[in-house]
Antibody, heavy 115, light 115 residues
């Protein structure tokens, strides 16, 4: 089955760190660009970061310098290392696969930044 | 950065047609956008891409009653024979490259209510 499954979300204090994972299956993971998109409660979608099939990475200005995206093709996995977390980072985080559109999404993992 | 504008809500009767609008900022009026559907409590699902010439390409399994079109900076998603299952948030988004950096921006979403 073609799917993406996120994990690693949870409650973290402001200033803390968290690492999200996304396990891909059913397609040649290494051939695709991958992204993280987040959604705060009751809000719209916000692109966070993307990584190309070649490994080149891109970030939204709001997370640049704090978040690091990476991939491990041998394990069909995508990661998001999140440091210096703020209350404004509280959201459901989705991983998504893209060619020239986000054609496959995971179910999301909730990150809550609160003391 | 590109800006995508969507009305916050739209409604139509069961069995009727509805046309959603996503307006690109003027300097990006030739860009291709994508539409995705997000049912309550669920992750987004890709519907289609819509180009400036009105051509569109749908995701797998998207029924024929979903159509895309364009006029100037406006990109449309029209679906006919509205069903209760169509009640959802509809997001448009587009990718861009600025100074060699890839990014992505979403509209604020349109909540569709089936009356």
């Amino acid at each position: 089955e073609v799917q993406l499954v996120e994990s690693g979300g949870g409650l973290v204090q402001p200033g803390g760190s968290l690492r999200l994972s996304c396990a891909a299956s059913g397609f040649p993971f290494s051939s695709y660009d991958m992204h993280w998109v987040r959604q705060a409660a009751g809000k719209g979608l916000e692109w966070v970061s993307g990584i190309g099939s070649t490994g080149r990475s891109y970030y939204a200005g709001s997370v640049k310098g704090r978040f690091t995206i990476s991939r491990e093709n041998a394990k069909n996995s995508l990661y998001l290392q999140m440091n210096s977390l703020r209350a404004g980072d509280t959201a459901v985080y989705y991983c998504a696969r893209s060619t020239d559109a986000f054609e496959l999404w995971g179910q999301g993992t909730l990150v809550t930044v609160s003391s | 950065l590109p800006v995508l504008t969507q009305p916050p809500s739209a409604s139509a009767l069961l069995g009727a047609s509805i046309k959603l609008t996503c307006t690109l900022s003027s300097e990006h009026s030739t860009h291709t956008i994508e539409w995705c559907q997000q049912r309550p409590g669920r992750s987004p699902q890709y519907i289609m891409k819509v180009k400036s010439d009105g051509s569109h390409s749908k995701g797998d399994g998207i029924p024929d009653r979903f159509m895309g079109s364009s006029s100037g900076a406006d990109r449309y998603l029209t679906f006919s024979n509205l069903q209760s299952d169509d009640e959802a948030e509809y997001h448009c988004g587009e990718s861009h490259t600025i100074d060699g950096q890839v990014g992505y921006v979403f509209g604020t979403g349109t909540k569709v209510t089936v009356l």
